[in-house]
């Protein structure tokens, strides 16, 4: 797979397997009613919930992409233990706010710190430094999240796997995400296989 934003080019290999989202009103929508179908089959609860779900994550997915989400996949397999699903991200964001004396990279920390601290105890972040094989240094985030739409008091929990890599001033972002919190070790071995695939280049440039 591969894409682009303005001048900031990026590729990425992805199981052939996986479904890649189709990112227009009608693709965030489906993908917005098959997440909410696997969130209430994992929490049965939550089915007279359904329709809410799906519009806050409508709602959340239309603001990522105004945000800079520009490429998504994503994969759903029945087992014996229920169903496994988990989606990757692509983003391009500006640089975060900072100071002359602070690294793009201290900068990204803080934000990850201050917007934990704003979660109220919800959100957890294991940061940590790598390098991906073909892009160079990276944020590597380990997370549990907590999702709540809308009018439903019933909070989900889920997983992501963040790598945060400044590239020609601006941060490309990928990110897995998973509602299957429960196999999350085994979830992150792939999307870190997934991640350490990442190229970025830019017009003009090598890649």
Same mark, same amino acid.
């Given at each position: 797979m ?7 080019h ?11 989202? !189709? #990112?227009?009103? /009608?693709g965030?929508?489906?993908?917005? /009613? $098959?997440?909410?179908? !696997? ?10 919930? $359904?329709?809410?779900? !799906?519009?806050t ?7 990522s ?6 490429? =998504? ?9 229920g169903?496994?699903?988990a989606?990757?991200?692509?983003? &391009?964001?500006? !640089?975060? %706010? ?14 990850i ?5 704003e +979660? /109220?105890?919800?959100?957890? +972040?294991?940061?940590?430094? &790598? &390098?991906?094989?073909?892009? =160079?240094?990276?944020?590597?985030? #380990?997370?549990?999240? *907590?999702?709540? %739409?809308?009018? *439903? ?5 889920? +997983?992501?796997? /963040?790598?945060?890599?400044p ?5 490309? #972002?990928?990110m ?7 196999v999350?070790?085994?979830?992150f071995e #792939?999307f ?6 990442l190229? *970025?280049?830019?017009? =003009? =440039?090598?890649?």
């Amino acid at each position: 797979m591969s894409a682009s934003d303005q001048r900031i080019h990026f590729s990425l290999d992805i199981p052939s397997d996986w479904e890649c989202m !189709e #990112l227009s009103r /009608q693709g965030r929508r489906k993908y917005a /009613q $098959q997440k909410a179908t !696997e969130v209430v089959e994992k929490f049965p609860s939550l089915s007279i919930y $359904q329709k809410k779900l !799906e519009d806050t994550l409508y709602k959340e997915l239309t603001s990522s992409w105004s945000m800079g989400v520009r490429y =998504g996949a994503s994969m759903s397999t029945p087992t014996t233990d229920g169903l496994l699903s988990a989606s990757v991200t692509v983003s &391009v964001l500006p !640089e975060p %706010p900072r100071r002359d004396d602070i690294s793009t990279f201290d900068a990204i920390v803080a934000t990850i710190h201050e917007n934990d601290d704003e +979660s /109220q105890g919800d959100d957890e +972040s294991d940061i940590s430094q &790598v &390098v991906l094989p073909q892009a =160079g240094k990276a944020i590597r985030v #380990l997370g549990h999240r *907590v999702f709540r %739409p809308n009018g *439903v008091s019933k909070a989900v929990p889920y +997983s992501v796997f /963040q790598t945060y890599l400044p590239y020609a001033g601006r941060v490309v #972002l990928v990110m897995g995400m998973t509602f299957c919190t429960d196999v999350e070790d085994l979830l992150f071995e #792939l999307f870190e296989l997934i991640t350490s695939t990442l190229t *970025v280049w830019i017009d =003009g =440039g090598d890649h």
